[in-house]
């Protein structure tokens, strides 16, 4: 329980290396209500779904060190993308439903995904931009 829950400060970055977009709202969420449960909900996802997809990575040192190992073709692909900059975009009940798919695909008790689908959906409506 947050004792002195405060609305989350927005801090402002200039962004000089792009021509119409020169300010960047950047809002800090961690004394908001819903930070604590979306770390707790984050990690217990991690746990309750099997996702087949394992060329993903949260840390840009860890991909330069795996990238000079790959053997690269004519054929290879590489695709880049920084998700807090599409989050905003991001539909919510597309969200629920692909969250409800995985986790039922993961053979996980009924009331453990309406709980977790319940929580999620919450911190998503929660969320400051």
Same mark, same amino acid.
């Given at each position: 329980?947050?004792?002195?829950?405060?609305?989350?400060?927005?801090?402002?970055?200039?962004?000089?290396?792009?021509?119409?977009?020169?300010?960047?709202?950047?809002?800090?969420?961690?004394?908001?209500?819903?930070?604590?449960?979306?770390?707790? =909900?984050? %990690?217990?996802?991690?746990?309750? *779904? #099997?996702?087949? $997809?394992?060329?993903?990575?949260?840390?840009? &040192?860890?991909?330069?060190?795996?990238?000079?190992?790959?053997?690269?073709?004519?054929?290879?692909?590489?695709?880049?993308?920084?998700?807090?900059?599409?989050?905003?975009?991001?539909?919510?009940?597309? =969200?629920? %439903?692909?969250?409800?798919?995985? *986790? #039922?695909?993961? $053979?996980?008790?009924?009331?453990?995904?309406? &709980?977790?689908?319940?929580?999620?959906?919450?911190?998503?409506?929660?969320?400051?931009?």
């Amino acid at each position: 329980m947050n004792i002195k829950p405060a609305a989350p400060k927005q801090n402002v970055y200039i962004k000089t290396h792009k021509e119409n977009e020169p300010i960047s709202p950047v809002i800090d969420n961690t004394q908001a209500s819903s930070y604590k449960i979306a770390k707790h =909900i984050n %990690k217990k996802l991690y746990s309750l *779904l #099997n996702l087949p $997809n394992t060329y993903n990575t949260k840390n840009s &040192q860890k991909i330069a060190v795996e990238l000079k190992s790959i053997q690269i073709n004519g054929n290879t692909k590489i695709i880049t993308m920084d998700i807090k900059d599409l989050y905003v975009n991001l539909p919510i009940q597309g =969200i629920i %439903k692909s969250t409800r798919y995985w *986790l #039922n695909k993961s $053979n996980n008790n009924e009331e453990i995904i309406k &709980q977790v689908l319940n929580i999620l959906q919450t911190i998503m409506k929660q969320n400051y931009f």
